[in-house]
């Protein structure tokens, strides 16, 4: 089993910061991680990921803001938002990815608002 905690989320003004942790335990080897958020009325978007050996992905409405990290000694993965925009405004998620194996965190609420 599997359990993912994020954290980090809040209110943030427009061209401030927040970074997202994304904790995992439980029996864990080698492993991916996607982050993904979803706002009111829109479709659910992957936001960055990395894999297991560092490689990362953005999407571009977030390319040169954001940054993905990973401290596999503490199975945490960090999402840096800098620049933050309205737009940014969405629950984020953790997408843990082991194996054939996939877990969702519970979501953490990110508001940008002036």
């Known amino acids: 089993q599997v359990h993912i905690v994020e954290s980090g989320g809040g209110l943030v003004q427009p061209g401030g910061s927040l970074r997202l942790s994304c904790v995992v335990s439980?029996?864990?080897?080698?492993?991916?991680l996607d982050w993904y958020r979803q706002a009111p009325g829109k479709q659910r978007e992957m936001v960055a990921s990395?894999?297991?050996?560092?490689?990362?992905t953005y999407a571009d409405s977030v390319k040169g803001r954001f940054t993905i990290s990973r401290d596999n000694a503490k199975n945490t993965v960090y999402l840096q938002m800098n620049s933050l925009k309205f737009e940014d405004t969405a629950v984020y998620y953790c997408?843990?990815?082991?194996?054939?194996?996939?877990?969702w965190g519970q979501g953490t609420q990110v508001t940008v608002s002036s």
């Open positions: 997408n843990f990815l082991q194996g054939r194996n996939a877990y």
């Open positions: 439980g029996n864990i080897f080698s492993f991916d």
């Open positions: 990395i894999t297991d050996n560092g490689r990362t």
